[in-house]
């Protein structure tokens, strides 16, 4: 069982930047692979980012890739989405999620997701 939290929603004028964090209670992230995901009202639910549990490595969304960066800090216990550039589409529910990615590959839809977040805003105004 792991219990994810995520930190860091809120609201920013179009431009501007925010950082979700992801911290795991009780429980370690260092070894899972954690996505971010996020749902608008009315659209389904899009991976946005991936970093690998195994090696490290990255994937992004296309409506994201350059202008959200994610990143863990194992000492901290974190993994972060750090987004730059936002716009009006990026407003949405943002989850992180235990999730299936690395090797050169991200399947969104993993089984590996099986842990979720509760979820924190992020609302970008125009």
């Known amino acids: 069982q792991v219990q994810l939290v995520e930190s860091g929603g809120g609201s920013v004028p179009a431009g501007g930047s925010l950082r979700l964090s992801c911290t795991a209670l009780?429980?370690?992230?260092?070894?899972?692979?954690i996505g971010w995901f996020r749902q608008a009202p009315g659209k389904e639910r899009e991976g946005i980012a991936c970093?690998?549990?195994?090696?490290?490595?990255?994937y992004y969304g296309d409506s994201v890739k350059g202008r959200f960066t994610v990143s863990r800090d194992t000492a901290k216990n974190t993994v972060s989405l750090q987004m730059s550039g936002l716009k009006s589409d990026d407003t949405a529910v943002y989850y992180c999620?235990?999730?299936?990615?690395?090797?050169?590959?991200?399947?969104?839809?993993?089984?590996?997701?099986?842990?979720w977040g509760q979820g924190t805003q992020v609302t970008v105004s125009t």
């Open positions: 999620a235990t999730a299936g990615c690395g090797g050169g590959r991200w399947i969104v839809d993993s089984d590996d997701n099986d842990y």
């Open positions: 009780g429980s370690t992230l260092n070894n899972w692979a």
């Open positions: 970093i690998s549990g195994s090696d490290g490595s990255t």
